[in-house]
């Protein structure tokens, strides 16, 4: 069977177009043999909000806007969007169509917020709409307070300098120039002040190191002498101890009672009782042994000259005719 020319001609062109439609529907994000169903909402107002927009869930791409139009319901004006939903998802009823910015440059998006409902959607429902805050009313907002602020600021500036001129004279001009003067000539000196410290710091640098190092030895010295140290601490706790447990008081009593009654022996010797009170304070016992021991001496000189007149030694038991009688 012989196939004619114009057959040919008329399935190329059938796959052509049929090729083109579903190169456009690619380009324009729709898959042809998938499940498709619409979805609805209700804007107040929309920017930047065009047919072939993105509808995401979570940042991914499930769908596209497919137009939108005005309506009118309860006397207002609305913006009714159409959207193709080509991903197989099940989307809570009374879920929330939020328009977003989609970047930087302005473009916009619709992001479907799920909500707690526990049925789906089907095709031809109207979702809730919501419109995010977009950049430039966001913008507005934030700076309206700081405006009115800075428009605040400038006449409370104007007054303050209107006050200052009427203030500042030129007198006190002058009396301010001289206190920055001496402010000043304060913190050269100030300046010179820590130079002096500095070079005063950096003589006596290796003093201190010194003196750091004599003290890091006798820490170690001590460290060293830990044991010593604690002994020595336990002998005087011992010590102590013992003291405690000792007689002490009884000992400080008696010492006390000695030094009265020696209190009383000399009280008694100031006042000439006793013995020792009447050598104390009469001089004649003093004269009589002074006496005694003159006439002591001269009788031991006498001895010492006149040895004979006191001893007398015979072999023979002959007697001294010399002798003195009596």
């Not at 137009?67 to 193709?84: D, T």
């Not at 959607?121 to 419109?131: H, S, V, W």
């Not at 070079?199 to 003290?215: H, Q, R, S, W, Y």
């Not at 002074?290 to 072999?315: G, T, W």
Request: charged share 25%; proline share 3%.
């Amino acid at each position: 069977m012989k196939i004619s020319r114009e057959f040919k001609i008329g399935v190329v062109m059938v796959c052509a177009i049929a090729a083109f439609i579903w190169g456009l529907s690619f380009l324009k994000g729709t898959n042809l043999f998938g499940r498709k169903f619409y979805l609805y909402a209700l804007y107040p107002k929309i920017e930047n909000l065009f047919p072939a927009n993105p509808v995401q869930i979570n940042g991914y791409k499930i769908g596209q806007i497919i137009s939108n139009g005005l309506v009118q319901r309860n006397g207002r004006n609305l913006v009714l969007v159409k959207m193709l939903i080509n991903d197989p998802v099940r989307i809570p009823r009374h879920s929330i169509a939020r328009a977003v910015s989609a970047d930087l440059l302005g473009s916009k998006a619709i992001e479907i917020i799920f909500s707690q409902d526990i049925e789906y959607t089907k095709d031809g429902d109207t979702l809730n709409a919501e419109t995010e805050q977009g950049i430039k009313e966001s913008f507005n907002r934030q700076i309206a307070p700081l405006q009115a602020k800075a428009e605040k600021l400038v006449g409370s500036i104007d007054s303050v300098m209107t006050v200052v001129n009427m203030v500042l004279n030129r007198e006190t001009r002058e009396n301010i120039e001289q206190s920055f003067a001496s402010v000043r000539r304060a913190i050269l000196s100030l300046e010179q002040t820590s130079y002096r410290m500095n070079d005063f710091i950096t003589a006596a640098n290796p003093k201190m190191k010194e003196v750091l190092g004599n003290l890091a030895m006798i820490t170690a010295n001590l460290n060293k002498s830990e044991a010593k140290i604690n002994n020595i601490l336990a002998n005087f706790s011992a010590m102590s101890d013992s003291l405690a447990k000792s007689q002490i008081k009884s000992a400080i009593a008696s010492a006390d009672n000695s030094l009265k009654e020696l209190n009383t022996l000399l009280t008694k010797i100031n006042q000439g009782q006793g013995t020792l009170g009447k050598m104390a304070k009469n001089d004649s016992l003093y004269n009589n042994l002074n006496k005694s021991a003159e006439k002591l001496e001269k009788l031991l000189q006498d001895v010492r000259m006149n040895p004979k007149r006191y001893v007398h030694f015979s072999i023979f038991g002959k007697s001294d005719k010399n002798k003195p009688k009596d």
